[in-house]
């Protein structure tokens, strides 16, 4: 499936009513399954180190969307567990739901240049639904509040907006949305513990049970 900035709204219309109104699930009925046909190499492909070494033993992706409160929660809930947790990776993809979504995605990707991808990523789901109300502003207003927290983490503001509105990272997003799809991801957050897939959001105490599993089957 074919995903560009021309287009992305017929994904709304065919993913369904609930990614229209949300763009994220809570609890799924599919979680704990297992995607076989998915490796771990081929979920890492254009995706962000948030936390741990590339060398773990256990791989943690998260499909997100910015604009996702459901994504938000799971960040902000496992953000302790995910950063000082020994054995595991946790790294983002980005699948993108809402259309306002695309300058925040791609504002993580450029604040990679500057290797503070993992603090924006941080910043950015602090503020959705938070007192920035990222869901309620223009495209044009996204891209000026990415510029704030640039800068807030002393990035050359000048050089990012150029970064952003150039869209520099544009086929990287496109490709992991449309790589996620492919996969028969349904929406937002969609996790893989290594090949585990959790459709859905799923409670830190849950997620945190089944990295734990992990970690004792691979050590």
Excluded at 82 to 102: M, P, Q, W
Aim: with cysteine; net charge neutral; aromatic share 12%.
């Amino acid at each position: 499936m074919f995903f560009s900035s021309k287009n992305i709204k017929f994904l709304f219309l065919l993913y369904g009513a609930l990614l229209l109104l949300t763009g994220c699930f809570s609890n799924s009925s599919s979680n704990n399954t297992y995607a076989k046909e998915v490796s771990v190499d081929e979920l890492l492909q254009n995706a962000i180190l948030l936390y741990g070494k590339e060398d773990a033993k256990v791989k943690v992706v998260i499909f997100s969307d910015y604009l996702c409160p459901y994504c938000k929660k799971l960040a902000e809930e496992n953000y302790d567990f995910f950063k000082n947790t020994e054995g595991i990776a946790v790294y983002h993809r980005d699948l993108v739901v809402h259309t306002k979504s695309l300058p925040l995605s791609l504002a993580v990707r450029c604040a990679g240049e500057y290797g503070k991808a993992n603090e924006m990523h941080s910043i950015v789901f602090a503020n959705v639904n938070a007192g920035d109300n990222l869901q309620r502003y223009s495209e044009d207003l996204i891209e000026a509040k990415a510029r704030e927290y640039a800068m807030f983490l002393g990035i050359n503001p000048n050089a990012f907006s150029d970064c952003i509105k150039q869209k520099k990272y544009f086929s990287s997003v496109e490709w992991s949305t449309n790589n996620g799809y492919a996969m028969g991801l349904k929406g937002t957050p969609s996790i893989f513990v290594n090949k585990r897939l959790i459709a859905g959001y799923v409670k830190s105490d849950e997620l945190k049970k089944i990295i734990n599993e992990e970690l004792s089957s691979v050590n």
